[in-house]
């Protein structure tokens, strides 16, 4: 599917782009983490310079790819992602949109995950 979309409408064409972030979501499920991963900072870059960072497509991927590094244990970095997702989406979307809450939901995950790897705080 990926070949036959890119042939007929490009490599940066927003289909193409979901195709390959489908792909990317694959590996991550089926555990493939560092192609998973590689794919998913392809695929980030691509939408950006195409669509922008404030894309609600480009936004999907960084998501995505911050849960993919909350399941590595890359707390921090995951952090990192998953607020600049939340600071984004409240900008373009609003505090009530469902991605925003989604993106603050997982903040709060990455929160407790990192305080029981650290209960006495610090």
């Known amino acids: 599917m990926y070949e036959a979309r890119r042939t007929v409408l490009g490599e940066h064409h927003l289909l193409t782009l979901s195709v390959r972030h489908g792909a990317a979501h694959v590996l991550h499920l089926r555990g493939r983490t560092g192609q998973a991963e590689d794919e998913y900072r392809a695929v980030l870059t691509d939408c950006t310079d195409t669509l922008g960072?404030?894309?609600?497509?480009?936004?999907?991927?960084?998501?995505?790819?911050?849960?993919?590094?909350?399941?590595?244990?890359?707390?921090?970095?995951?952090?990192?992602?998953?607020?600049?997702?939340?600071?984004?989406?409240q900008e373009v979307f609003g505090e009530r949109h469902p991605r925003t809450r989604a993106a603050a939901d997982a903040l709060l995950v990455v929160a407790r995950l990192r305080a029981s790897e650290d209960p006495s705080g610090s």
């Not at 998501?63 to 995951?78: F, I, M, P, V």
């Not at 952090?79 to 984004?88: C, D, L, N, P, Y």
């Open 53 to 89: 960072a404030r894309h609600p497509g480009t936004l999907a991927v960084r998501h995505n790819l911050a849960d993919l590094l909350k399941d590595q244990g890359r707390l921090g970095a995951a952090e990192e992602e998953f607020g600049a997702v939340h600071e984004t989406c």
